[in-house]
């Protein structure tokens, strides 16, 4: 019978006291009907420590350890398990994936045809006799980039590099999402495995953000050219009588302002090229 949310939490924390505790069976059972595979995982591994005489949670472990990708653990877990269950539809499906996925595929052929001769109706054995049954990808497929090609792939793969053969088969497999023979090849590639050292070279690595600045750029100053563009001249370029002609201008204002003098006694500005300026006489408006 299926555990509530409250039954379910009160045993975790049994658990979380004695992980060896009898109630795993019934908290591992729980978790793999939630699909929560890691934790069931962990919670069946534990308590089969102490009760390696369960059948039933070795059943259990087998499918976790399947869906986590433990393909080892998932053999091992189906061998313990006995004929009882061996037997059944759920463990049959375990037992081939698991061996397809552990690079065993003349095994998995062998136990799926014989599992099929009893039950020729089973979809998922089905569809695995199909993977492996199919014959090596073509050599030229290849994905939107024609570079990368099932010959590529294959030479990362020989050189040991899996990570790069993968990638280069999803990619492929995206432009051909039918190809039962680049289904059953990615298959075999993921259960490969991959090398500490052989993560730290990853394909990203070699490609350039195109959002980055070189390290090296440095920006030129811009530069004027022209040689209409002339600096101002500084202060003590400037005639020497423009100053003197701004404090009258001033002190006229102020006369102007107090009634000592006419507007049109003001002084004009001095003509800087030496040539007398025409001002034209205005009346203030105080005497129109």
């Known amino acids: 019978m299926p555990l509530t949310d409250p039954e ?3 045993l975790r924390e049994l658990l979380s006291d004695d992980p060896t505790d009898e109630v795993f069976l019934q908290v ?4 793999v009907r939630r699909a929560a595979w890691e934790e069931a995982e962990d919670v069946l591994r534990r308590g089969l420590e102490a009760h390696s005489d369960e059948p039933d949670g070795w059943a259990l472990l087998a499918r976790a350890a399947l869906e986590i990708g ?7 877990a189906w061998t313990r398990s006995g004929t009882k ?14 061996l397809e996925r552990a690079g065993r595929a003349e095994e998995a052929r062998d136990f799926v045809d014989a599992y099929l001769a009893s039950d020729p109706g089973d979809v998922v054995l089905q569809a695995a006799k199909e993977r492996l049954d199919a014959p090596p990808p073509e050599g030229d497929l290849s994905a939107a980039d024609p570079f990368l090609t099932v010959r590529r792939a294959e030479q990362y793969a020989a050189m040991g590099r899996i990570d790069r053969a993968t990638r280069i088969y999803r990619r492929i497999l995206f432009r051909h999402p039918g190809d039962i023979a680049i289904r059953a090849r990615l298959l075999q590639l993921d259960s490969a495995e991959i090398h500490d050292d052989e993560l730290t070279h990853d394909l990203s690595e070699e490609l350039i953000d195109p ?6 750029l ?3 100053m811009p530069a004027i050219t ?5 600096p101002a001249p500084p202060r003590s370029d400037q005639p020497s009588g423009l100053a003197e002609f701004v404090a009258s201008a001033r ?4 006369r102007v302002h107090l009634g000592d003098v006419e507007e049109d006694e003001m002084p004009t500005s001095p003509n800087l090229a030496g040539r007398p300026r025409k001002r034209r006489k205005r009346r203030t408006l105080l005497k129109r």
Do not use: I
């Open 226 to 230: 022209s040689a209409s563009v002339k």
């Open 70 to 76: 433990d393909f080892s653990a998932s053999l091992r």
């Open 28 to 31: 591992g059972e729980e978790l």
């Open 85 to 98: 269950h061996q037997g059944g539809e759920e463990m049959r499906r375990v037992h081939v994936l698991a």
């Open 211 to 216: 959002n980055l600045v070189p390290p090296d």
């Open 218 to 220: 440095t920006m030129p």
């Open 8 to 10: 379910l939490d009160l």
């Open 251 to 254: 002190e006229a204002e102020r």
